[in-house]
């Protein structure tokens, strides 16, 4: 995964980024490992 062009992440079954691919972590702009998938790729924050 760390060659591929496509967005890759991992998340956990409690919506925690556990991996993500140099091309997710451009995209992003950084890595956001541990962080909620939905507030990284969704600039959400859940109440």
């Known amino acids: ?3 591929m062009s496509d ?3 991992i998340g956990s079954s409690d919506y ?3 991996y993500m691919n140099p ?3 451009k995209c992003t702009g ?3 490992t541990g962080e909620t998938c939905y507030k990284v ?3 959400f ?3």
């Open 1 to 3: 995964m760390e060659s």
């Open 23 to 25: 091309a997710m972590i």
């Open 30 to 32: 950084r890595d956001a």
């Open 41 to 43: 790729l969704h600039n």
């Open 16 to 18: 925690r980024v556990e």
């Open 7 to 9: 967005l890759v992440y």
């Open 45 to 47: 924050k859940r109440s």
